[in-house]
Every structure is written in C-alpha cells, then in structure tokens.
C-alpha cells in the first residue's frame, strides 16, 4: 500500500460579489500554478466596508493539493 501526503496551505480569494465567487476565485487562481488539488475548506469569511457599503467579500480557505515528489 503507497502513503501520501498531502499540503494546505490558506488562501484568500476576493469578489465584488459573493463568498462563493471569492472562493471559487482563490480555488481557480490556485489551480493555474498548483497540481492535484484535493480539498477546500472555508475557514472564515468576512467584507470590506467603505462608507458604510460591502464593496467586497473576502473568503479564506484551506486548500490541499498532493505532494508528489520528483523522479
């Protein structure tokens, strides 16, 4: 039977319009660099707030990918 092992590391995505599309964003963003990711977790969700209106949504989330060590 082969081990694994696998990294997280927190990421923060951002939108003008939802928590989802801000993680979606942070996850899609990852996914151009980063191979065999495996699962999101939302770990906290907050807005940025300019007089007095949400003008973004912050998601962070913990994301694992496979380490896969080179030949």
Same mark, same amino acid.
């Given at each position: 039977m082969s081990e694994s092992m696998y990294i997280v590391i927190d990421l923060v995505g951002t939108s003008t319009t939802s928590w989802q599309d801000a993680a979606q964003n942070a996850i899609e963003t990852a996914? #151009? =660099?980063l191979d065999n990711l495996r699962v999101a977790e939302i770990t906290q969700m907050d807005m940025k707030?300019?007089?007095g209106k949400v003008?973004?949504?912050?998601?962070r989330v913990n #994301? =694992?990918?496979?380490?896969?060590?080179?030949d």
């Open positions: 996914g #151009l =660099s707030v300019e007089n003008i973004a949504y912050r998601t #994301l =694992s990918f496979k380490y896969v060590e080179d």
